[in-house]
């Protein structure tokens, strides 16, 4: 899916995991607060650039009322922070050569965009999502109510690239019954 460079729908009801499932995928829980403030740097960082490096993967939740132009600043702010993370890991300041680093640098590592709530987006951010990201080669994960993949229908532009659509259950009756089981105590 990654390399595959495709747009896929993911959608289901209400509190059935797909945030949760999101931000597992994209190390958001560990990652979160340097994309998000930016600020000095720890020691501990060196393990997040790696998880970053892992997963490629830049996870974006619009707010309610983003406007495309919004959408396109904040986009590119994490994508960029998540680059230089990424090389961190791939080239630790002090051990490549200045031309070998100055080669390297604004090169572009992210290979998934997922965004959530995704039927906050309105046509002109969709638009501007897959023309952007067709151009660099990027995949997209939209992710949502079930009726997305409805709302995104009326885009035939859109709608020819998507790839696959997931939809997200909750879980059957066996499944239930094997969790509470063995996660019941914890
Ligand atoms: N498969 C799961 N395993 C463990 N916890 C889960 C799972 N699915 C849901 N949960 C729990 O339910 C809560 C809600 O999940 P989550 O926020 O991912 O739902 P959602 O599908 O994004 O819902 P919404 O449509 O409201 O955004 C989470 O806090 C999580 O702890
Ligand atoms: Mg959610």
Redesign the pocket.
């Given at each position: 899916m990654r390399r595959g460079h495709t747009i896929g729908l993911c959608f289901?009801?209400?509190?059935?995991?797909?945030?949760?499932?999101a931000r597992r995928y994209a190390h958001y829980e560990k990652a979160h607060d340097l994309l998000t403030y930016w600020g000095p740097r720890s020691d501990n960082d060196a393990k997040i650039y790696a998880a970053l490096n892992r997963s490629r993967t830049v996870l974006y939740t619009p707010s309610v009322l983003t406007t495309p132009r919004t959408l396109k600043d904040e986009l590119t702010q994490a994508i960029t922070r998540t680059n230089m993370c990424i090389e961190q890991h791939l080239v630790p300041p002090g051990t490549a050569t200045p031309e070998a680093w100055g080669w390297r640098h604004g090169r572009n590592y992210v290979e998934l965009i997922i965004v959530?709530?995704a039927e906050r987006l309105r046509p002109a951010a969709l638009e501007l999502l897959r023309d952007r990201y067709d151009r660099d080669d990027i995949a997209l994960i939209l992710?949502g109510?079930p009726g997305l993949e409805k709302q995104f229908s009326h885009y035939p532009q859109f709608y020819s690239r998507v790839g696959f659509a997931h939809q997200?259950r909750p879980?059957g009756q066996d499944e239930l019954l094997f969790v509470l089981e063995r996660h019941w105590r914890s």
């Open positions: 289901g009801s209400a509190g059935v995991g797909k945030t949760l499932s959530d709530e992710i109510m997200y879980l």
